[in-house]
């Protein structure tokens, strides 16, 4: 079973930043787009960005301008940059390929919690 370590969530106040980190599988990082995903309490999971192999980004309107995803092909790590943070982007926080399938597991993911 894939496992997928996300980290780097905590509490923030609103306008704080944070960096999560995900440690991706080598040959699903070498193979596959990734992206974030997140799910607020009562929400269904989202995707809020994702990166091709090539680099390429993708971004909901929601967090255009305030999140950059990147990653470090040597460390098969994927990173989220949270900037300008609000209450609304609270949430967990999950790493997985993108698109993810059904047959994709999940990993335990990073809480975020923003107060205002």
């Known amino acids: 079973q894939v496992q997928l370590v996300e980290s780097g969530g905590g509490l923030v106040q609103a306008g704080g930043s944070l960096r999560l980190s995900c440690v991706v599988p080598?040959?699903?990082?070498?193979?596959?787009?990734m992206g974030w995903y997140r799910q607020a309490p009562d929400k269904q999971r989202e995707c809020v960005t994702s990166?091709?192999?090539?680099?390429?980004?993708y971004y909901r309107d929601s967090v255009k301008g305030r999140f950059t995803i990147s990653k470090d092909n040597n460390e098969n790590t994927v990173f989220l940059q949270m900037n300008s943070l609000k209450p609304e982007d609270t949430a967990v926080y999950y790493c997985?390929?993108?698109?993810?399938?059904?047959?994709?597991?999940w990993g335990k993911g990073t809480l975020v919690t923003v107060s205002s």
């Open positions: 080598g040959d699903i990082f070498r193979k596959s787009a």
């Open positions: 997985n390929v993108f698109p993810p399938t059904s047959a994709d597991s």
């Open positions: 990166i091709t192999r090539a680099g390429g980004t």
